[in-house]
């Protein structure tokens, strides 16, 4: 009679097969070997092997001071004055953000120039009641009476928590001074 044919299947050792790619590593990857060397020489000579040595040791401080501050009402405030400047970054349109860097940039190149005077008061004046400027002083505007208007009920505070708070008339003229300082500095430093 027949004898059926046994299925034999070599059992495989992991561990040989680890062993003989480690042994082969250093020639495969020489060039990454290398270069992980000279990495990790430079974070010594630097100093950041050291840095992150106390970080590692200091991680239950470090992270303990990091709770504390973050359930501060400071933090607090801070992380939602973030979320509604990056709500307000999000609506920009970039087209008009590149135009007003661009308009930056032309006007301290045109200034720029050798024996160019600045504009005349009333040549600026001039630009500023054109329709384009009349929308950004609008803006300006609308900004400086929402961050005049009083304070709703909140859960952390008022703005500012020392002092009585701006009289509203004070906050245009506070803005117009902050863009007559801001277009001063761009002046200067053309």
């Not at 059926?4 to 561990?15: E, G, S």
């Not at 003989?20 to 000279?38: F, G, M, N, R």
């Not at 430079?42 to 970080?55: C, K, N, S, T």
């Not at 301290?108 to 004046?125: V, Y």
Request: aromatic share 6%; hydrophobic share 45%.
């Amino acid at each position: 009679m027949a004898q059926p044919i046994r299925a034999y299947t070599p059992q495989r050792n992991i561990h040989e097969e680890l062993r003989t790619k480690v042994e082969s590593a250093p020639i495969d990857h020489a060039d990454a070997l290398l270069a992980a060397y000279q990495l990790l020489q430079e974070a010594q000579d630097h100093g950041i092997l050291d840095v992150l040595r106390g970080a590692i040791g200091a991680g239950d401080a470090i992270a303990d001071k990091a709770a504390e501050y973050a359930s501060s009402p400071e933090a607090i405030r801070a992380m939602r004055n973030f979320l509604a400047l990056s709500r307000v970054f999000a609506n920009l349109d970039p087209a008009k953000v590149d135009a007003v860097a661009n308009a930056i940039t032309e006007t301290q190149c045109r200034e720029g120039a050798q024996g160019c005077e600045p504009p005349s008061l009333w040549q600026t004046f001039q630009r500023m009641t054109g329709r384009n400027s009349r929308r950004t002083l609008a803006t300006i505007a609308a900004v400086t009476e929402a961050f005049g208007r009083e304070p709703e009920t909140s859960d952390v505070g008022p703005l500012f928590s020392s002092g009585p708070m701006l009289p509203k008339s004070v906050l245009p003229l506070v803005a117009l001074a902050l863009v007559g300082v801001a277009g001063f500095w761009i002046g200067r430093r053309s």
